[in-house]
């Protein structure tokens, strides 16, 4: 039987819509391959007479067009499909009640933030049992401690761009007040006041570097009162480079770019390691291995407790009237006025929590690093920890610790894939393409998830029945 011209209709246009996403790959592929070509082509060497030598890498270049065009042919159709995927399911769920293989996953997907806990406070162990006590400095410290302190900085972001939806483009000034504040005190201030409490220098000063955080992110809540949007981020902006500028500028203090050197942690006044001969955590504890790795661990754990410090307090504060308070300046500020709701309090509070937080993680930072100074703080940190609210869904807890593992520990995974020389030549350093990939992968990642990995969020207050809402129902950033 021949079909009408009506009926071959739609398997044509069906055809055409299977064509769009290589199209839109091979337009991607065109302007990688145009705009990469004049920095990926040739590479600019000094020769054995000491000028510089062009090396031809033409391979490179058209490996990573063809790439380009690979994941971006391979997103768009898995993006179609899983549309059609999506209405058919939709349609079957509408005819049929409901799907009865998502609620049996509901128990099991309620007990994942348990489980993940639980490898959280084993990955030291874990580490030490698979690659040793000296590989366990590397993956604890690079990777474990790195990437935690990324997390606790997303959080305390989160509560100011995620729940109180005010665009904070300086937030890591506020570590830079906490770092210095630690390194200040426990340097100038303890040594006069109480010597004998040296040893607790840290654990005396890390509350000290939130209370004078948050003091600061009054301070910078006070003049943005009246702003919103591009001219909140251009204001908060301007705060963060002041406050690099300042320890800058005020070297008899700060002493500049050459830094200062902090105290570091110790356990509970009992060091890790000591030039003076007193006892240390190995000798008292008889343990044999490096004082490097234990120290490590600690502070593994030190920012493994700071940061569920910070989701306790957030997902608690969210639930109050005060959390609730920020969502409803997020989704309008006029409104949240006119139910007499004063806004000044609550931005300040969202400033003032949300530095609290940063300023406990610069403090933190210094105590691990044992050295502070300015090039720490510049405006690429405040951009970094921004991406990872981002792109982890603004107001996902959840999201935004997946995106600080998948942005810091990818970075930094790049460094131990040595195996790609044998693809591209021995003379390919796979740390030089940190940054390109890891921009690629958030172009990506944007295609892909464009509301955040974590598009849905559990309503703080429910009626009758508890459901997720949809993130494209909320607004962010606007305030």
């Not at 570590?175 to 201030?189: D, E, F, K």
């Not at 406050?243 to 800058?248: D, K, P, S, T, Y």
């Not at 005020?250 to 890790?272: C, W």
Request: hydrophobic residues 55%; charged residues 15%.
């Amino acid at each position: 039987m021949k079909l009408s011209p009506q009926k071959q209709f739609p398997r044509e246009e069906k055809a055409v819509g299977w064509l769009a996403p290589l199209r839109s790959a091979a337009i991607a592929a065109i302007v990688v391959a145009v705009l990469s070509f004049p920095v990926l082509t040739y590479l600019a060497k000094p020769g054995a007479s000491g000028k510089l030598e062009l090396i031809p890498r033409f391979g490179l270049w058209g490996a990573i067009v063809a790439a380009t065009f690979a994941i971006f042919a391979v997103i768009g159709i898995g993006l179609l499909a899983r549309g059609s995927a999506q209405a058919a399911s939709e349609a079957i769920g509408r005819s049929s009640g409901g799907s009865v293989a998502f609620a049996r996953l509901q128990p099991v997907m309620a007990r994942l933030p348990l489980v993940g806990l639980l490898l959280l406070f084993l990955y030291p162990p874990l580490v030490v049992s698979l690659v040793g006590w000296s590989g366990a400095i590397k993956w604890v410290d690079n990777f474990g401690v790195q990437i935690l302190i990324y997390v606790m900085l997303a959080w305390g972001l989160n509560i100011v761009v995620g729940l109180a939806g005010l665009l904070d483009l300086g937030f890591i000034a506020f570590a830079a007040v906490g770092g210095y504040s630690y390194t200040l005190i426990s340097l100038y201030v303890l040594p006069h006041v109480a010597p004998g409490l040296i040893p607790f220098a840290f654990w005396i000063c890390l509350p000290l570097a939130a209370i004078l955080a948050a003091f600061w992110g009054i301070l910078l809540g006070f003049p943005v009162l009246r702003l919103r949007g591009d001219y909140l981020a251009i204001v908060t902006l301007a705060f963060g480079e002041m406050i690099r500028l300042v320890l800058v500028n005020y070297d008899v203090v700060t002493n500049g770019y050459a830094g200062l050197k902090a105290p570091r942690i110790t356990f509970f006044g009992i060091p890790f390691s000591s030039s003076t001969g007193e006892a240390t955590f190995g000798e008292i504890f008889s343990l044999t291995q490096s004082p490097t790795a234990y120290r490590a661990i600690f502070l593994y754990y030190v920012i493994l407790g700071l940061a569920l410090l910070t989701a306790w307090v957030t997902i608690r504060l969210r639930r109050m009237p005060i959390g609730r308070a920020w969502e409803a300046l997020r989704e309008d500020e006029t409104a949240c006025r006119s139910l007499g709701l004063n806004t000044v309090t609550i931005k300040l509070s969202a400033f003032a929590l949300g530095a609290a937080f940063g300023g406990m993680a610069g403090a933190f930072f210094a105590a691990r690093q044992g050295f502070i100074n300015p090039k720490s703080f510049e405006f690429m940190e405040s951009a970094t920890v921004l991406a990872i609210v981002v792109l982890g869904g603004m107001g996902s807890l959840t999201g935004c610790a997946i995106a600080a593992i998948v942005m810091i520990g990818g970075t930094e995974i790049l460094r131990e894939l040595n195996w790609l020389k044998s693809i591209f030549g021995k003379d390919f350093d796979p740390t030089q393409y940190r940054m390109l990939l890891l921009g690629l992968a958030m172009v990506l990642l944007m295609i892909w998830r464009p509301r955040g990995l974590i598009s849905t969020r559990d309503p703080s207050i429910a009626l009758k029945q508890r459901k997720a809402v949809s993130s494209a129902l909320v607004k962010e950033g606007a305030g």
